[in-house]
């Protein structure tokens, strides 16, 4: 489905499209891992070949209390704070023998906080987790007892794509909030991009849309949860039959927001997570990667997107980095 | 220094070590990188030649409740816990539209409570941090101002090199608690290992104890701050020579405990921090990667370390990714 | 029941205690405060006139990291961390005009660390919560959305009874653990105390075991969770027919444990939230007003039990005060 | 002073005003109670007769997510989540026999992120605490080590004495943000309230400006923080004089806002913490007090204020409970 659906039917949509867009059973009935059963091993040593400078760009959004959230969903910004400093130290009451001096810190935040990866576990259909689990039996308030983040603790990384849409079609690099990025707008970008772009089994896709970008300059405003650009719930077609592997936008919610049905919640999320089991991440930084993939004329590199190893995670916080 | 020093005189060793160790001024007055700027461009293009087969692993401990930390210096482990469950989305208590069900979660933790990097403004020696700097002017309670980890958020992938001295000084692979590892232990062992274990500049290096695989086995007991194998004080000079980028064990502190004088804390981080400006990392879990090492004969790879990107913190969890 | 049950059946003895006991419906179908309905205005009005010396009691445990838990079920002891300090201010570095400075903390606990009242939300019999309430329509990841301890934010000031059992029947004042304290033992106490233990309707009862002065002594051991003295699931005719509005005691879990049955966990709990919709304290420290009590042959006071007004809680920590 | 004041010299209006008003050495060297001293055990017992209905009202704000804090200075929203809830234990995953069911949940929060005390080491003087102790030996990132909230866990209770200077002074009994309260303005309202408002030596004084009655209609706003109602600096003599144990009120930050001076932040507090030693209370909720209150045309209560017991904080939360 590339073309038209009825608005007023999500539920209709979503079901149809997880139909045709499913991949349960594919890796067996105990697979825990999705899409990332397409990122071999041959796949990942022909990726490192793509170093070709060894400039490394790490992807992440900072994590403090100037970050996009707002409390909705209960989710906040970090709070970091110390459990010792420099000033204790400087101040002589630490206690410590021949002048060694130290500083701890803590942080708390939500997982789905900042730059991050959404796990199998983060999204379910009328109950049905990733490969047709009951959610009830996935997900319960001791967190994912199944597909967990830690289950891919060591695979995420491989070869990436930059797909600068906000380039190829907005307005000084930026999509406007509302822009619905279609597949004939990925194949487009690709086709602009040149041969370094496209798009196969195993990829990691980074989709710029430039809102982060604007975000950056005009201040957050409603970047978490508000209306922003991102992938057409058409699209899930494309995303299944390219077999990547993940996708990553500079976006909250990877999706278009609002999201394109009259009444409806990450219709898209719906299909790509539980049905497809794809991983998605989200709120990444693209501009300083993409400023130069621009330059160099080139869009595929290195990729290494590690969550960060908690268990029982529906979803986890990342640094990625690509280098060139 | 590898041969004695006083025991009773730590303060007085820890002096003298730091004069003949410091790298103060070496990258100019401004510099917050420290050893990282050993790790150039050219150094992490090479290092990308290493992957070979394309197998990846994880070298972070889990991140769960299971963890080490019994509560000293306030350092706990991790709590997670669950802003919304697959038993709601099942339970249809959630609210959402078209049979979407979601789940979120979020973080407590110190960050020195795993797998982790030492940010250079972890350590002072009689109030100065790193490059000379006052502590209480780098570390306040707002976090670290000119250290932190977000200055490096990027930079911490290149050649990694194993040091599997457990396996070369142990027996069974584990060396015992208060093994204090000596220059000659490590030449030793890379001569052992053998030419892919040869260690220069802009290298990472990972010396395996063997002491999280006894933990692993027979329980914490002590992992969190009790005795440990580890480098001998006597190193710092190998440290700093061998202008190396970085270095991590699989134990709690690096470094030997007891530390080797009468009264004394961590007096080698006292010397590698603010005086050399190393990168140290603890708690890893280099036990996969040891065995892949042992089976190929080759002990290095293509290392990715990077540091969550938290705002000022003074050291960052990370999810180390090594490929072979 | 005072007399025997049967060991190896807690489900059939709860199922029938629960009948025996039951209250739901007492104040109708919606009631969300259950025995707190016992203590009116009347009631309360006359427990001010027990104020005789003007003596305020804190019956709260400290608040920190030095606290009994040991991580089960993710209860950890409170972390308190500062956002801001006087050795930052003293430094110089806050920013302030005018010489101001200041310090700000924040903390992270479960809120059944410590010093609490359970709310009618924290515990289930067989799914069904206090009233006949189905447990997954009352307490979701969201927090408790009828019984939420906000409901009772203004309620618990009244008459407190002491009723020191470990006096009465333990050497030194302290029950040794695994003592099940039945009704005739409660019934002694009171009467070997006198006229000012008597108890009736509206009362908060405090039964001091001793385990708190024994823990203070020797360690925390398995206070939280292990052996204790504390009331034998025979008391629950006695907690339903006494209609008092609440009972707190110094032990972790206010009943015996080990339980008295074969295999069980807190089968009192089961009987005294869901079904007599009872109030209960745990972990209160009683020890300074059971000397004052004892020493005025006076065991009724004026008490005030605040739970801290955390919306949608299921228990809450609390900072009794009692007046004599 | 009640007269003027220079508004371009904070500085020197501050160090004028707290030479005038230091209780300095007034209980010892050794004091860490501050104006709590002032209420000692017969006042307590006199106030219990304050009781003559035995209605209790909560004076407390709710603790969640829907609270004032935007973020400022790290103080952030209560986050409240759930360990355990009722639609697992509906679901049968918790593992626990005979049929109970559990609910569990923790807190991350701010200790000044609502109704609270401050406490003696919240604030400092240039570099000095409460009765002229060094800032930085008072208040590490460990905590306040001399006058941590537990010193006074048991102490604030007493006479309360409500002053509605929102009703006196304001229209619809709400004062406009930027008003300045001044000594006169809080004698024509005990005039006016009549002779249950009399204030004196070891009261507890609550102050109602009606700001929390128009942020709860019209929403938070900059209520963290912002312009507000509030004591002016000139009543610091006041404080001082009329030796009251306590005031707390309905705003934000207890004096008026903006401050009096072209540029300041938070005078009077400079002078009322370190130097008077007194304790403050903000953001309460007296609305429902202050109506029974004119109702009754009695403005006294017996009034409890137990701070949540956390060892070393600087502040804490509590739940004021008055009974009239």
């Given amino acids: 489905m590339t ?15 997880a139909e045709r867009c499913s991949n349960w059973g594919r890796w067996g009935a105990d697979d825990v891992r999705g899409t990332l059963n397409f990122l071999d091993e041959a796949k990942r040593r ?13 992807l992440s959004q900072p994590f403090d209390m100037h970050g996009p959230q707002k409390g909705w969903r209960r989710r906040t910004n970090p709070v970091h704070t110390m459990l010792d400093t420099g000033t204790d130290a400087a101040a002589g009451v630490q206690g410590f023998p021949h002048g060694i001096g130290g500083a701890d810190d803590v942080i708390s935040m939500p997982l789905q906080c900042s730059t991050q990866w959404d796990g199998l576990g983060h999204i379910f259909d009328h109950g049905i987790a990733w ?32 797909l600068d849409v906000g380039r190829a079609f907005g307005d000084e690099g930026e999509l406007p909030d509302g822009f619905a ?3 004939e707008q990925l194949t487009a970008t690709i086709r602009r991009q040149g041969e370094t772009s496209r798009v196969g089994r195993g990829d990691i896709v980074l989709v710029r849309t430039g809102q982060l970008t604007r975000a950056r300059r005009e201040g957050w405003g409603d970047y978490a949860g508000g209306p922003a650009p991102g992938l057409s719930f058409t699209t899930a077609g494309w995303l299944h039959r390219s077999e990547i592997t993940a996708i990553a936008t500079d976006t909250w919610g990877f999706e278009v927001r609002p999201n394109e049905f009259d009444d409806a919640f990450q219709p898209l999320h719906q299909v790509a997570i539980p049905h497809i089991g794809l991983f998605i991440g989200e709120m990444w930084d693209l501009d300083a ?24 995670a529906v979803g986890a916080p990342v640094n990625p980095i690509a280098v060139t």
Same sequence: chains 1, 2, 3, 4.
């Fill in 289 to 312: 990667l993409a400023t130069s993939c621009s330059a160099d004329g080139s869009y595929e590199f290195w990729l290494t997107a590690a969550p960060l190893r908690v268990t029982g």
């Fill in 181 to 183: 990025i279609t597949e």
């Fill in 131 to 162: 490969n047709g689990r009951p959610a009830g039996e996935v997900v319960t308030s001791q967190g994912d007892q199944v597909t967990g983040i830690e289950t891919v603790a060591d695979a995420i990384a491989g070869r990436g794509v930059l």
């Fill in 3 to 17: 073309g038209t659906f009825d608005r007023t039917d999500p539920e209709g949509a979503i079901a149809a499209m």
């Fill in 46 to 58: 022909d990726a490192a070949g793509l170093v070709r400078r060894g400039v490394a760009f790490s």
